[in-house]
């Protein structure tokens, strides 16, 4: 049974803010129902990658889509470390999973 997308990145804050608000946006964009969740370990980073979402945003043609998504699925979380954010993507099992680390 087809639901909605989602996905989840785990980023230790290397990745450019721009790209992973893009990534965020590339699953928002398909269902108002999709899911879109970050998972950082820097408040900093967090904030930036949420107004380049903002951003972003405005530009989409399916910016009704994306903006229902994103307000009532969109998810960003900060942890302590990276084994912190693995085991609540575990948890969480998205369908797409993307891992930024410079390492």
């Not at 087809?2 to 230790?12: W, Y």
């Amino acid at each position: 049974i087809a639901g909605p997308s989602e996905i989840l990145i785990i980023t230790d804050c290397t990745s450019d803010p721009k790209c992973v608000a893009a990534d965020m946006l590339s699953q928002a964009e398909h269902d108002k129902n999709a899911a879109a969740i970050l998972i950082c370990t820097e408040e900093a980073y967090a904030n930036k990658v949420g107004k380049e979402i903002e951003n972003q945003l405005k530009k989409l043609p399916r910016y009704d889509i994306a903006r229902a998504s994103i307000d009532n699925n969109g998810k960003i979380i900060i942890v302590k470390n990276i084994e912190e954010a693995i085991e609540i993507s575990n948890l969480i099992a998205p369908e797409h999973l993307e891992i930024c680390l410079d390492n």
